[in-house]
């Protein structure tokens, strides 16, 4: 499998950065994504991801860790981090850049371990893939969370996408929900596969959330349609 992320983000640690990563969905055109970003400090961060780290405590989980940022800064603060990546790019660069503990592996395969705060950013409901396996999702995180832990995800609702002037029904209707995504990357000539990633507005997150046992708040809006939850055992 091309290892897109992992391959872009070597390079920029190696000071080999020469271009940004190129992104295209199936319902918009395609983008950039700066390396330079990927390597942000807490100052440089968004503020939905500020108030994300601001809340952390005791035993945390990085899911989806990327450069390792988010690890970096609560490392500073004495938090002991466990970050995850299914990237092996992303996990070296990890290493590299001071994480003190950092595995290559998928979120549905950890086993036998517990955290107190467990973070999903960057729209961290897209590791959900799609609508039909949130729930699937959600039950692995609520076995890794202590009684009294917390997760703290972030995510977009993406009805401003859309033309005004469709039917109503279709932005919540679950058989075809507007907030299901195919991703492609490119970097350098190569390209990744397209893969599912799916951004979830607030009603049907707390809907799902409330299906799976889980209490729903938000603990933060941001400027862009974008929202920080915090989740806890009901």
């Avoid at 609520?142 to 002037?165: F, P, R, V």
């Amino acid at each position: 499998m091309t290892d897109i992320i992992g391959t872009a983000l070597l390079d920029y640690y190696h000071g080999k950065y020469t271009e940004d990563i190129l992104t295209e969905t199936n319902i918009t055109e395609e983008d950039v994504m700066p390396l330079p970003y990927l390597f942000r400090s807490y100052a440089e961060m968004p503020q939905v991801e500020q108030k994300a780290l601001d809340l952390s405590y005791g035993k945390t989980l990085d899911v989806g860790c990327g450069a390792g940022s988010h690890s970096l800064h609560l490392q500073e603060q004495e938090l002991k981090v466990t970050a995850i990546d299914t990237s092996k790019g992303a996990v070296e660069v990890c290493k590299l850049r001071g994480v003190d503990y950092v595995e290559q592996i998928d979120l549905l395969e950890l086993e036998n371990k517990k955290f107190d705060t467990i973070l999903l950013l960057m729209n961290g409901t897209g590791i959900f893939q799609k609508l039909e396996f949130v729930s699937k999702y959600l039950q692995k995180l609520k076995s890794l969370l202590t009684s009294k832990g917390q997760i703290l995800i972030d995510s977009s609702d993406l009805k401003y996408l859309w033309d005004a002037a469709e039917d109503e029904g279709v932005f919540h209707s679950e058989a075809n929900y507007y907030g299901e995504l195919e991703f492609v990357m490119k970097y350098k000539g190569e390209e990744s596969a397209p893969f599912s990633w799916i951004y979830l507005d607030e009603t049907l997150f707390k809907k799902k959330c409330h299906e799976n046992e889980f209490n729903f708040e938000i603990v933060h809006r941001g400027n862009h349609h974008d929202y920080l939850a915090k989740l806890t055992n009901e």
